[in-house]
Nanobody, 124 residues
Framework: RVQLVESGGGSEQSGGSLRLSCAAS????????MGWFRQAPGKEREGVAG???????SYADSVKGRFTISQDNAKNTLYLQMNSLKPEDTAMYYC??????????????????WGQGTQVTVSS
């Protein structure tokens, strides 16, 4: 059974940093496509960062230069380092996984496994 468990969310002031983690189990993590998504109240879920099965990374324009996605294959863990946080980054953050992405890792339609989410709140 595939499980994705996010952690690391919390409250931070504008300009601060947080690191999210996503612990994965139940599948061959090192050959998968994975991504981070977020959803603010009243808004659609959007792709934030993705890492394809060849190791290439993708970022939404709104987070480029501030967020970094990475993975530790030995720990089966995906990370999202978030720096220079802004109030508009406030949302529930989810990690997602699939064996292989056929398109953009930032598209939620690529994924069939999702975590439960971790809340990030940024105050001004």
């Amino acid at each position: 059974r595939v499980q994705l468990v996010e952690s690391g969310g919390g409250s931070e002031q504008s300009g601060g940093s947080l690191r999210l983690s996503c612990a994965a189990s139940g599948y061959t993590y090192s050959t998968s496509c994975m991504g981070w998504f977020r959803q603010a109240p009243g808004k659609e879920r959007e792709g934030v960062a993705g890492i394809d099965d060849d190791g290439s990374t993708s970022y939404a324009d709104s987070v480029k230069g501030r967020f970094t996605i990475s993975q530790d294959n030995a720990k089966n863990t995906l990370y999202l380092q978030m720096n220079s946080l802004k109030p508009e980054d406030t949302a529930m953050y989810y990690c997602a996984a699939v064996v292989s992405c056929s398109g953009s890792p930032l598209s939620l339609y690529e994924y069939n496994y999702w975590g439960q989410g971790t809340q990030v709140t940024v105050s001004s």
